[in-house]
């Protein structure tokens, strides 16, 4: 990110700071230590996963897949779309766009699910995953914190947002940090994916319950930061079999 003027003293950072696609920063800095006005801050659709990632910190993947999709009628990580099916979807996404490693978190018809993935070995059981998706991210954060060189922060992408491709997860990677809270957003509403730095795992993995998952916490955070993808795709879930054809 360009060098930007001392300013004494440093205005606090506005909640919920958008980041839009007009200016290209070099590296990235969590919402809290912008040294301007976020209003300011911006970044470019074209250039910033590019030369922001040079400097970014490393990024895993997690993929929330548990559930049993009753609106659908089956679990959405089994549906096909385009021929694929959209749990290997959802991490091609992932690993397209720069996360390493990537995890994925089953739960209802775990085996099936499972079978779809380039390595068995990536997947992670959810025992509890009936109870909501807090269970799900418990159990991926957990997983991850695990792992004996933990990355810097996590990219938390939904099974059933097959509009969000890999431009949108580079354009959000390239914030990665340990302290980082950012997500992203369409239309100026919050969405997918979320980034999470790795100094928070514990807190978010401890306050997950229900179907909410990180909701909560995130809605404490002064320093959340939008970044905008509206140029890039869209943030829309698939509920229903018409979602996929709409």
Known sequence: ???????????PPPPQAVVSPSQAPVSPVPASEFPVPASE???QA?????????RAGRCAGLVLAAGAGRRFGRPKALVELDGEPLLRRAFRVLTDGGCDPVRVVLGAQAAE?????PDPSIAVYAEDWATGMGASLRAGLRALSRDSAPADAVLVHLVDLP????????????????GVVARASYG?????????????????AD?????RGARDWLATREDLLLVDCSDLGSGADVDTPSDLTT
């Open 188 to 204: 100026g509403v919050p969405g997918h994916p979320v980034l999470l730095g790795r100094r928070w795992w514990t807190d978010i």
């Open 207 to 211: 306050s997950a319950r229900g179907d």
């Open 163 to 178: 509009g969000i491709d890999a431009n949108v997860i580079s354009r959000l990677r390239a914030f990665a940090s340990p």
């Open 46 to 54: 074209r250039e910033f996963p590019v030369r922001a990632a040079e």
């Open 1 to 11: 990110m360009p060098d930007f003027p001392v300013q004494t003293p440093p205005p």
């Open 113 to 117: 699910a499972r079978a779809l993935l």
């Open 41 to 43: 801050f911006s970044v």
